[in-house]
């Protein structure tokens, strides 16, 4: 049918109208709350890149995630501050750390809140890569039993779900053995499996004091250009165990979030990232546009593009006016 027998605004006219024909609807559900957890105690400290979002100490946890409980958001994602770093990232291996601490207090106090922990070397090494360096480069098949064994000292500690974000060829297969043959054939594995090299991650690095000494994770995260080899990634990460794949940035890839979920119908996350939500922040402080609907909007988006969960810094806000 053709205008003017079709005439598309018929159904726009009201919002109940509107509201009954939308085809895809966020819910506090869809969303996964990252959190930033260091040693000390009684440290708040804000990220000044990341208005809202602070370095908490484990002391502070239990009363961070009864209030996330309280939005009925459902899971959070954990990424850890170490005391120490050294050139192996030992301490990412530490039962003590402050993300092996979290993850056992949340899960002894607010049992029901999921927690996923991020499982990399970067914020454990000194020099800021997500693996061991050789020659001036990452090492692929050194660096796997170490992210096997991180994955494996976060599900002793309780994490109901790890999700390497490494970029490491084979760590998927890797973990999913030593979870195995450990007793831990129950835990998911959320894959960051087409993660680009993205200047969006500014900001997080700030946060997560993970910025590399030197060069850049060229050589390891995807180049921004390839949309083939995204799809490549995902495929090897689901034949390694993958239970869910990432797509990461979530903005401006979200043509990669539609290809991901068409060619493969497993659960999608999309991580809505640092740099996308600093923007965001930036540009509504100084009014130039009305951060709420952009956030919405935002969100929408990667539902719309295939999205099952998305990983974001807006969890709180929009889980707040969702519950409206
Ligand atoms: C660790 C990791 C990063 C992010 C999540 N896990 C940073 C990076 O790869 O440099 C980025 C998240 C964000 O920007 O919000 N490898």
């Keep these: 049918m053709n205008f003017p027998q079709y005439r598309p605004r018929r159904l726009r006219r009201t919002e109940t109208l509107r509201r009954m024909v939308r085809e895809v609807r966020l819910g506090i559900s869809d969303l996964i709350l990252p959190i930033f957890v260091t040693h000390g105690k009684g440290v708040k400290r804000p990220i000044s890149s990341m208005p809202g979002h602070y370095q908490l100490s484990t002391d502070l946890i239990e009363e961070e995630a009864k209030k996330i409980r309280d939005l009925a958001i459902p899971a959070v994602i954990l990424f850890g501050i170490p005391e120490t770093k050294d050139e192996t990232g030992k301490s990412a291996l530490d039962s003590n750390g402050p993300v092996q601490r979290a993850v056992r207090t949340i899960k002894e106090k607010v049992p029901g809140l999921v927690v996923i922990t991020d499982v ?106 390839n949309a083939e080899e995204a799809l490549r990634e995902v495929a090897l990460d689901i034949e390694e165990g993958a239970d869910i794949v990432m797509v990461k940035p979530a903005l401006p890839y979200l043509d990669i979030i539609r290809r991901v979920k068409d060619g493969f119908g497993y659960p999608v996350a999309a991580y809505n990232v640092s740099g996308e939500y600093s923007m965001v922040k930036a540009a509504a402080e100084k009014g130039w546009i009305d951060g709420d609907r952009v956030m919405m909007e935002m969100l929408v988006a990667m539902k719309r593009a295939g999205a099952d969960m998305i990983v974001t810094y807006f969890a709180r806000e929009a889980a707040a006016l969702l519950a409206k």
Excluded at 125 to 134: A, E, R, V
Excluded at 175 to 199: Q, V
Excluded at 212 to 220: M, Q
Aim: charge should be negative; include cysteine.
């Design 120 to 225: 990399c070397m970067c914020e454990y090494t000194s020099h800021g890569h997500c693996g061991i360096i050789k020659e001036g480069d990452v090492e692929n098949d050194a660096t796997l039993e170490l992210l096997a064994r991180e994955a494996l000292s976060h599900a002793e500690a309780g994490a109901d779900m790890v999700a390497p974000s490494d970029m490491m060829d084979g760590r998927v297969e890797a973990i999913r053995t030593l979870l195995d043959s450990e007793g831990y054939s129950h835990i998911p594995i959320m894959s960051y499996a087409a993660k680009y090299a993205s200047a969006f991650y500014g900001p997080f690095r700030e946060a997560a004091e993970s910025t590399p000494e030197f060069g850049d994770r060229r050589s390891y995260q995807m180049d921004p250009a």
